[in-house]
């Protein structure tokens, strides 16, 4: 028995030996001998501020802000022409109605949901057979 358990102790021990997983690979260098690096990290709000009050990105709010008034003076010259013109209103109005139908149609598949049926009425079966149409 007791060379059994000499046996054993003798493989642990040359297990562990060869083992190296709580060893580290590297030699770790002291805290005072380390050369301070120079690159800085950005990720806070006072970055985003320098960004946006420099100059270059007072340029980019400049050009954003002339290109939103360009867009809304564009999109009301065309419906200025829209109310002066009763034929390109009659269009524009056609458009509307078309789309509000198709929204209505959108809608009107989920009327189920909202349903007080009668006695044996499932939302449940509704639905099922809804999605077996594919809608």
Same mark, same amino acid.
């Given at each position: 028995?007791?060379?059994?358990?000499?046996?054993?102790?003798?493989?642990?021990?040359?297990?562990?030996?060869?083992?190296?997983?709580?060893?580290?690979?590297?030699?770790?260098?002291?805290?005072?001998?380390?050369?301070?690096?120079?690159?800085?990290?950005?990720?806070?709000?006072?970055? &985003?501020?320098?960004?946006?009050?420099?100059? =270059? $990105?007072?340029?980019?709010?400049? !050009?954003?802000?002339?290109?939103? #008034? *360009?867009?809304?003076?564009?999109?009301?010259?065309?419906?200025?022409?829209?109310?002066?013109?009763?034929?390109?209103?009659?269009?524009?109005?056609?458009?509307?109605?078309?789309?509000?139908?198709?929204?209505?149609?959108?809608?009107?598949?989920? &009327?189920?949901?909202?349903?007080?049926?009668? =006695? $044996?009425?499932?939302?449940?079966? !509704?639905?099922?057979?809804?999605? #077996? *149409?594919?809608?």
């Amino acid at each position: 028995m007791m060379a059994s358990s000499t046996k054993s102790l003798l493989m642990i021990a040359l297990i562990v030996s060869s083992c190296s997983a709580f060893q580290p690979t590297t030699p770790i260098a002291p805290t005072h001998l380390k050369t301070p690096t120079t690159s800085s990290l950005q990720m806070g709000i006072f970055d &985003d501020l320098k960004l946006i009050f420099s100059e =270059e $990105g007072q340029k980019n709010r400049a !050009e954003y802000i002339e290109r939103e #008034k *360009e867009e809304q003076m564009e999109a009301q010259r065309l419906i200025m022409e829209r109310r002066t013109d009763p034929s390109k209103m009659a269009e524009y109005m056609d458009t509307v109605e078309t789309n509000r139908g198709k929204l209505q149609e959108e809608r009107s598949v989920y &009327d189920f949901q909202t349903k007080n049926g009668g =006695e $044996g009425y499932d939302p449940l079966d !509704e639905w099922k057979r809804l999605k #077996k *149409e594919g809608k």
